[in-house]
């Protein structure tokens, strides 16, 4: 089945600076890598999704890469606020497979801006 | 649209007892929901694909008899943790999928997740 690996655990940037954070999977036939923003208790919130068919995706401050070659996917904050501190994760799927598309999550990353 | 929601949101029980809870998509109709469960400060692990009118399909390491599952309408799955045990509290979350096209089919989306507490 796929594994999803995510990096770092924990991040800590000021206001204003780019946070970067990384995702590697295992299978190849995954073609749907969403990641998503939760706060404590709630739900995950899908911030930026991006299909196996581009390379890159922006919306705003939040850009989405991915390298199929490579199997790694990559979300990238930018001018980061207070906001913004979350646990975020990395998922893969194989949608439209014999999965169902199924979503596998990455670790996490707990990530903190300080003002 | 697509939205997504759980009952109870919150619930105790007593050790032994059991719960369930409920998952609704409440503007599309879901054929393909799914299970997860969340412990505290670790990440979202899939429990099982639940598909309308046919039995689910459990994770590795899931009891199918302890969490029963049932989708039983397009617009609805229950998940039943039977015989519950203090190890069995978590936070649980569905999601569904809209495979009617009005909506992303490759987007899940989630319901608000119920924090289960047993005694």
């Known amino acids: 089945g796929e594994n999803v690996e995510q990096h770092p655990s924990t991040l800590s940037v000021q206001e204003g600076d780019s946070a970067v954070i990384k995702c590697t999977y295992s299978d190849s036939a995954s073609n749907y890598f969403p990641w998503y923003k939760q706060e404590l208790g709630k739900r995950p919130q899908l911030i930026i999704d991006i299909r196996s068919n581009v390379g890159e995706k922006k919306d705003q401050r939040i850009a989405v890469t991915l390298n199929k070659t490579a199997k790694h996917f990559s979300l990238h904050i930018t001018e980061t606020q207070p906001e913004d501190s979350a646990v975020y994760f990395c998922?893969?799927?194989?949608?439209?497979?014999?999965?169902?598309?199924?979503?596998?999550f990455g670790q996490g990353t707990i990530l903190t801006v300080h003002p | 649209g697509a939205v997504v929601s759980q009952h109870p949101s919150r619930v105790i029980c007593k050790s032994g007892t059991s719960v369930k809870i409920e998952c609704r998509s409440l503007?599309?109709?879901?054929?393909?929901m799914f299970w997860y469960r969340q412990f505290p400060k670790q990440s979202l692990m899939l429990m099982a694909t639940s598909n309308e009118g046919s039995k689910a399909t459990y994770e590795q390491g899931v009891e199918k008899d302890k969490f029963l599952i049932n989708h039983a309408s397009l617009t609805l799955s229950t998940l039943t943790v039977t015989s519950a045990h203090p190890e069995d509290s978590s936070f649980y979350i569905c999601?569904?999928?809209?495979?009617?096209?009005?909506?992303?089919?490759?987007?899940?989306?989630f319901g608000p997740g119920t924090r289960l507490t047993v005694t």
């Open positions: 999601s569904a999928r809209d495979n009617t096209g009005r909506n992303s089919v490759y987007e899940q989306y």
């Open positions: 503007d599309f109709q879901a054929t393909t």
């Open positions: 998922a893969a799927s194989d949608a439209g497979g014999t999965s169902y598309g199924k979503l596998t």
